[in-house]
Nanobody, 124 residues
Framework: QVQLVESGGGLVQAGGSLRLSCVAS????????MGWFRQALGKKREFVAA????????FSGDSVKGRITISRDNAKNTVYLQMDNLKLEDTAVYYC?????????????????WGQGTQVTVSA
């Protein structure tokens, strides 16, 4: 059983930056592809970014492309989401998730384990 704990959320002004972290425990971190999703109030959960088990491949969603960087440190069992030039529409709860495969990285159903989420609020 893998436990995921996100941190780094908060209140930031539009145009600012945040770095989210997600620490994994209870499993072999390098055996999992990792993803970030977000859910705004009243909306469906949305894919944000994903990274392969070794970190050699990354993908991001169209709404954040060019503004976010996903990375991982397998020695620290941690995946990061660097978000720059934040916009009001980035306000959401951000979740990290772990999957045994990188196939279907955009689909929620690919991921076996989820964190509890961290709130990101972007103000004008």
């Amino acid at each position: 059983q893998v436990q995921l704990v996100e941190s780094g959320g908060g209140l930031v002004q539009a145009g600012g930056s945040l770095r989210l972290s997600c620490v994994a425990s209870g499993g072999t971190f390098s055996a999992y592809a990792m993803g970030w999703f977000r859910q705004a109030l009243g909306k469906k959960r949305e894919f944000v970014a994903a990274i392969s088990k070794t970190g050699g491949s990354t993908f991001s969603g169209d709404s954040v492309k060019g503004r976010i960087t996903i990375s991982r440190d397998n020695a620290k069992n941690t995946v990061y989401l660097q978000m720059d030039n934040l916009k009001l529409e980035d306000t959401a709860v951000y979740y990290c998730a772990a999957a045994p495969t990188f196939v279907g990285y955009q689909r929620e159903s690919t991921y076996n384990y989820w964190g509890q989420g961290t709130q990101v609020t972007v103000s004008a």
